[in-house]
């Protein structure tokens, strides 16, 4: 039914009123509301620097941003009324200052256009949204390097291929998470630099014919740079394409995280003490406690991945300038947003709350002859030749395997008959103790190595803490 509907911003070319379905096809207000701060920001912004030159009197913009902060305070309430009728969040904002202020608010869209409106509103947003993030994985970093003090001295299997491959100081291992969201962090802070270019002035595409000032906006909206081509500026999504990348490799730090901690803290390993707070239960079995919380981090990061290819994909076909499909990007980087916080919500405590069993870790840090690479080394410093060194411990190990015992449990004979030089100070190479105090190259876990790290890290982390904006 094409019943008659709100009078519409750009009625006038128009001899029928838009068909209701079309309408609800094509409204935006039910997720782009999430900008309504930001586009009343850029309002106000616009509508000052109009008066500055001479394009409003400077009582029409004092009127609209008080209208203007009258509407925010009746959204941020929940008292302001949204219908699918007026589109998108920038006609709602527009309509209302209109029935406010009359023909002064009919001014507010001069040398405007929705266009470059919305990429400054979309940029503001997800500006926010980084800083947001970022400071919520510096969070994370000191919750990681936190836990990495208390454990300091506790040595762990590591592994590759999930098998038992050398020890390690668990605060080594630890500090693997601060790496990698390091690396997540320094992304932000690069595409924030691409985010903070302001598209407001563009118009439609061709920039204005009215004398605007452009540098008095991006002063206002606090952006690094003003967009240097038109065309371009009024539908470059790149940053948020970009944005959602990163935080799709953030998703997936996360998500490993998560896939070892639920592993560590099977029975089966017995590595980790997770936070009761943090576990659910079951409906059915009485004993079940659930790594629920790491699953769901580990789940969520598939919405994070998807994004970024819809993002993609709505991107590839588009021909320069503004196209309607761009409205379709928000909802996606909107969902990689609230997804990221949502995690980065839940790990930083739970990081925070969790425990390794050292009880457990003890009993079976002897097992699966870790000290193997050590003690190849260690011939390799008598002289042996790697490969050589490589096959005599290979031996040595197929003999404790098959007698059940430790390299350390194997007698000299036993260790001279594979290797006629063997001598007493092999013996320091074996254990996991000693393996992991030999391993001193720089960014090694010998526990002086790994104290410079852990000092590295505080100093970077309070600096970072200093810094954050
Ligand atoms: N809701 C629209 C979007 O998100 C705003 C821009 C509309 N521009 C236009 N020319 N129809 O993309």
Known sequence: MNQKSAEKA?????????????????????????????????????????????????????????????????ISEGTFHFTASKEDIHLHIESALTEKLGDIGRKLHTARSRNDQVATDLRLFCRRAI??????????????????????????????????????LASHQLLVWCEKFDRDRQ????????????????????????????????EALGFHTIAANSLDAASDRDFVCELA????????????????WIIYSTDEFGFLKLPEAFCTGSSIMPQKINPDVLELVRGKSARAISNVQQILVLLKGLPT??????????EAVFDSIDTLEAMLGVAAPLVAGTEFDR??????????????????????????????????????VRLAL???????????????????????????ALGSPRAVERMVSFGSTAPACVAEQLAAWRQKLETAAKEIR
């Not at 592994?159 to 020890?167: G, V």
């Not at 990348?245 to 070892?260: D, G």
């Not at 300038?321 to 928000?330: F, G, M, P, T, V």
């Open 10 to 74: 750009w009625g006038g070319v128009f001899r029928v009123p838009t068909d209701q379905r079309v309408e609800s096809f094509s409204e935006s207000i039910s997720f782009d509301q999430r900008l309504a701060n930001d586009d009343i920001d850029g309002s106000i912004a616009h509508s000052q620097m109009l008066a500055e030159c001479g394009l409003l009197t400077q009582s029409e913009a004092d009127a609209i941003r008080a209208g203007l902060e009258d509407i925010r305070n009746d």
């Open 131 to 168: 800083d947001r993030i970022d400071a919520g994985l510096l969070e994370l970093q000191r919750a990681f390097l936190e836990m990495a003090d208390r454990e300091h001295d506790l040595i762990i299997p590591a592994y590759t291929h999930l098998r038992r491959a050398q020890p390690v």
């Open 187 to 218: 992304r932000l802070t690069d595409c924030r630099q691409r985010t903070n270019v302001m598209p407001l002035g563009s118009a439609a595409l061709a920039g204005t014919s009215l004398p605007i000032d452009r540098s008095k906006t991006q």
């Open 245 to 260: 990348f990163v935080l799709s490799l953030t998703a997936v730090h996360l998500s490993q995280w998560a896939e070892e």
């Open 321 to 330: 300038a503004y196209n309607r499909d761009l409205q379709e990007d928000k």
């Open 359 to 396: 009880k457990r870790i003890g009993e079976s840090i002897e097992k699966g002859h870790l000290d193997a690479t050590t003690l190849m080394e260690a011939l390799i410093v008598e002289g042996v030749p790697q490969r050589t060194a490589h096959e005599t411990v290979g031996k040595l």
């Open 402 to 428: 098959t007698k059940e015992c430790s390299l350390t449990e194997l007698s000299d004979d036993v260790c001279r008959a594979e290797y006629d030089g063997w001598n007493a100070s092999l013996r320091q």
